[in-house]
């Protein structure tokens, strides 16, 4: 059990809508990145927050955005949702510094654009 | 362009053998490498980490290599369980402050 959350687990939308995904960090970490699995594929980087300010972007489009809170919490925002939007969405959180650089991963939030 | 390749096909392995994975990355200049276990559903679980200075590294029955001239890190799964059964990515550093680039991963069957 590695202390990391995320709601909602499952999530169905459809083209057009927007959606907001929640990830609380392991007790410790003030970075939370976030990732996009698509079905068969390796984790896609979309973006990493540190002490509430972005700190690295992948190759996603502005409609992909976040926020960080004071409590190292993050939630993720994608607007216009395509379809191709559909995957496992991963947080993951660590703290820079740390020996191993090891990331604690969420279980993820399935989304589903329809 | 920038690759990070594992082998997409299943391995099928017995239980007792040793299961050998490959990662091989093009255009990547990491400081480190990274090994994650992934079961169905869940997120990655963090087995091992080799940085680009060390040939090899161990953790119980798992042994990783890291190549930076040949571009290819090995993981290795010794007297291989069912439980071992899983997909493994390859991940790695990007830029540093554990931002990662992925592999597809490679699924693992042991065979009772």
């Known amino acids: 059990e590695t202390g990391v959350t995320q709601s909602p687990t499952h999530l169905i939308k459809t083209r057009g809508q927007q959606v907001t995904l929640r990830c609380s960090s392991q007790s410790g970490h003030n970075t939370v990145s976030w990732y996009q699995q698509a079905l068969g594929q390796g984790p896609q980087f979309i973006f990493q927050?540190?002490?509430?300010?972005?700190?690295g972007r992948g190759n996603f489009p502005p409609r992909f955005s976040g926020l960080q809170f004071p409590n190292y919490s993050s939630e993720l925002n994608v607007n216009a949702l395509e379809l191709d939007d559909s995957a496992l969405y991963l947080c993951?959180?660590?703290?820079?510094?740390?020996?191993?650089?090891?990331?604690?991963f969420g279980p993820g939030t399935r989304l589903t654009v329809l | 362009s920038q690759k990070i390749e594992q082998n997409s096909e299943a391995l099928n392995i017995q239980e007792g053998k040793t299961a050998t994975l490959t990662c091989n990355y093009t255009?990547?200049?990491?400081?480190?490498l990274q090994w994650y276990r992934q079961d169905p559903g869940r997120g990655p679980v963090f087995l091992l980490l080799i940085r680009e200075n060390e040939k090899e590294k161990r953790k119980e029955r798992l042994k990783v290599t890291f190549d930076t001239t040949l571009k290819q890190s090995l993981f290795h799964i010794t007297a291989s369980q069912p439980a071992d059964s899983a997909t493994y990515l390859c991940a790695l550093d990007i830029g540093g402050n554990n931002r990662l680039a992925f592999g597809k991963g490679n699924q693992v069957v042991v065979i009772p």
């Open positions: 927050y540190y002490r509430e300010e972005e700190n």
């Open positions: 993951a959180s660590s703290s820079p510094g740390q020996v191993k650089n090891e990331q604690f």
């Open positions: 255009n990547y200049s990491p400081a480190y």
